[in-house]
């Protein structure tokens, strides 16, 4: 019978120590849900589908680097739409206003800085746009005097080449009391020039833009260096002397005669501060693809460039050019690796609450054990201290009542087996106590 007992007995405790694990299980859980609650909370959202890059326009150096930058996007499912624009100054307007829906775009170094436009981030500069002055038909001899009521373009209104023309032309006295300045865009200047119905033509573009590229082919037209170009650069630090050298438009016919000396910033690759990190780390890889092979004024490699000459880098620019693309883009799909990177946002702060947690709580739950068994030793304590003070304290009936009392105590507490042996310790202890109270 007494066996029975005993064995009912432990089948509680067994009973009662599956059902603290459950209870540890879930509290757990319940911790580990608010961490992952949280962090969703704070959690940014996945990449959009669809992009919109300011270019320039149509058939610049701008525009068919976009149709590029779209071509890889696309591979990776990422809709980039081209925004045509007159150039530089309507890019940056563009990229300034949040409302226009414009996340990145190409502009020219000299534009603006961090302190104008504190909403934007550089990627690193991309190229070369070096300054083209083509003209037809005109008597340097005379120096400069020659351009005196001479037809000039310099580039639409809002472009950034314009900018750059007025300002260097100026330079050297040359404005709109002059000669005659005009606005023309990048097409309708090299046709004109063409037709001989104006006689200069300054463009700001790359050595592959396709109207340049027509320009320096044509026979009619011709190719002006600037001779104090050190002069301008000293004036303008933002500005690069390139030299194209004589015959490399034409070997056979050496065309150039001679070096030329020409002037160029370097354009940079532009996005607001808000444009999600992946699609920053998917333009950075589509821009080393594009602008890093060599050319007739760039070594293999050079572009892109961690350089901020306006804009401070974006902190995944500088993280791109100290170690490249991110672990899981490195190694797997666009998409696929945007969801696993958010992923591990989520389970960071879950793991760092829970593991914490599973070092402190079993502890806890130890403590909380024994606590109760040590209560109740407590108090067999203080009733051993009175009974041995009987003389003065209470009497024999009041101690085997309080006996009683921790006795149906120790006989409620339900423990886990592992603290079984301290109960089996108590229980056999108040018997002890019991049995010297009979022998008084």
Not at 97 to 112: C, E, N, P, Y
Not at 236 to 256: E, T
């Given at each position: 019978m007494a066996f029975q007992k005993i064995r009912s007995w432990v089948g509680t405790v067994r009973d009662y120590s599956r059902r603290h694990r459950l209870e540890f299980l879930g509290l757990m859980i319940v911790i580990a849900l608010a961490a992952l609650i949280t962090a969703i909370a704070l959690l940014k959202p996945m990449p959009p589908r669809t992009?919109?890059?300011?270019?320039?326009?149509?058939?610049?150096?701008?525009?068919?680097?976009?149709?590029?930058?779209?071509?890889?996007?696309?591979?990776?499912?990422?809709?980039?739409?081209?925004?045509?624009?007159?150039?530089?100054?309507?890019?940056?307007?563009?990229?300034?206003?949040?409302?226009?829906?414009?996340?990145?775009?190409?502009?020219?170094?000299?534009?603006?800085?961090?302190?104008?436009?504190?909403?934007?981030?550089?990627?690193?500069?991309?190229?070369?746009?070096?300054?083209?002055?083509?003209?037809?038909?005109?008597?340097?001899?005379?120096?400069?005097?020659?351009?005196?009521?001479?037809r000039i373009s310099i580039g639409p209104n809002g472009s950034g080449t314009q900018q750059e023309a007025v300002k260097l032309l100026a330079r050297t006295g040359i404005d709109r009391s002059f000669a005659h300045l005009l606005p023309l865009n990048h097409q309708e200047a090299g046709d004109r020039l063409v037709r001989g119905e104006i006689d200069v033509a300054v463009l700001l573009a790359s050595w592959n833009d396709p109207v340049v590229q027509r320009l320096l082919k044509d026979k009619g037209i011709e190719l002006k260096g600037y001779p104090r170009v050190d002069?301008?650069?000293?004036?303008?630090?933002?500005?690069?002397?390139?030299?194209?050298?004589?015959?490399?438009?034409?070997?056979?016919?050496?065309?150039?005669?001679?070096?030329?000396?020409?002037?160029?910033?370097?354009?940079?690759?532009?996005?607001?501060?808000?444009?999600?990190?992946?699609?920053?780390?998917?333009?950075?890889?589509?821009?080393?693809?594009?602008?890093?092979?060599?050319?007739?004024?760039?070594?293999?490699?050079?572009?892109?460039?961690?350089?901020?000459?306006?804009?401070?880098?974006?902190?995944?620019?500088?993280?791109?050019?100290?170690?490249?693309?991110?672990?899981?883009?490195?190694?797997?799909?666009?998409?696929?690796?945007?969801?696993?990177?958010?992923?591990?946002?989520?389970?960071?702060?879950?793991?760092?609450?829970?593991?914490?947690l599973a070092r402190l709580l079993p502890s806890v739950y130890d403590s909380s054990m024994k606590q109760r068994i040590y209560r109740l030793y407590g108090e067999l304590s203080l009733l051993e201290e009175d009974l041995r003070d009987r003389r003065t304290g209470p009497g024999v009936a009041d101690l085997i009542e309080r006996l009683d009392r921790i006795g149906d105590k120790a006989n409620r507490i339900r423990v886990p087996a592992t603290y079984a042996n301290m109960l089996y310790s108590l229980r056999g202890h108040i018997v002890q106590v019991r049995e010297v109270i009979k022998r008084l």
């Open positions: 992009l919109t890059m300011a270019t320039g326009p149509e058939g610049s150096a701008y525009h068919e680097f976009g149709k590029q930058y779209r071509e890889i996007l696309a591979s990776e499912g990422i809709r980039l739409r081209l925004l045509t624009t007159a150039g530089d100054m309507e890019n940056l307007a563009r990229l300034r206003d949040s409302k226009a829906g414009v996340a990145v775009g190409f502009l020219k170094s000299g534009l603006t800085s961090g302190k104008e436009s504190p909403g934007l981030a550089s990627l690193g500069t991309v190229f070369y746009e070096p300054m083209w002055f083509f003209y037809r038909d005109v008597d340097w001899g005379k120096g400069l005097e020659a351009l005196k009521g001479k002069a301008y650069i000293a004036l303008f630090p933002y500005l690069h002397k390139l030299v194209l050298p004589q015959g490399v438009i034409d070997l056979a016919q050496n065309r150039p005669p001679a070096d030329i000396n020409l002037m160029a910033p370097k354009g940079s690759l532009v996005v607001r501060n808000d444009l999600h990190p992946a699609l920053q780390y998917l333009l950075l890889d589509a821009a080393e693809q594009i602008h890093s092979g060599p050319g007739i004024f760039q070594k293999a490699g050079q572009f892109p460039a961690a350089e901020s000459i306006d804009l401070p880098l974006s902190e995944e620019a500088r993280q791109f050019y100290k170690s490249g693309k991110p672990f899981f883009q490195r190694q797997m799909p666009f998409w696929l690796a945007a969801l696993l990177d958010r992923l591990l946002v989520l389970l960071i702060p879950v793991f760092g609450v829970i593991y914490p």
